[in-house]
């Protein structure tokens, strides 16, 4: 299995930015999907998940209503759109596969496969 993050950069606080993970090796619309962030000195964080079916999605408080996670399952991508980006958003991005799941998982522990992050930075 693999899963390749891309979509990283520096943007200015308020700008957007679109994260995408292809993943190959795995039925990709059996597997909940995650992103994750992480922080420097901080630990993983849950930033968004999205069941198989694409029919729910759950977001952490910190990016409810400003970030967005899709996938499609043809081309076996998950995507996070993110808005209004704030320097607190600082971090690398980490995509995040698991199955079977009959709710959206919150810790990090509780997924099987990982992408190797991108990162993403927003200044002040």
């Known amino acids: 299995v693999q899963l390749q993050a891309s979509g990283g950069g520096l943007v200015q606080t308020g700008d957007s930015l679109r994260l995408s993970c292809t993943a190959s090796?795995?039925?990709?619309?059996?597997?909940?999907m995650g992103w994750f962030r992480q922080a420097p000195g901080k630990g993983r964080e849950f930033v968004a998940g999205?069941?198989?079916?694409?029919?729910?999605?759950n977001y952490a408080d910190s990016v409810e209503g400003r970030f967005t996670i899709s996938r499609d399952n043809r081309e076996n991508v998950v995507y996070l759109e993110m808005r209004s980006l704030k320097p607190e958003d600082t971090a690398v991005y980490y995509c995040?596969?698991?199955?079977?799941?009959?709710?959206?998982?919150?810790?990090?522990?509780?997924?099987?496969?990982w992408g190797q992050g991108t990162q993403v930075t927003v200044s002040s």
């Open positions: 995040a596969a698991v199955r079977p799941a009959s709710y959206i998982y919150t810790q990090s522990s509780s997924y099987n496969y």
């Open positions: 090796g795995l039925i990709f619309g059996a597997h909940l």
């Open positions: 999205i069941m198989g079916s694409g029919a729910r999605k």
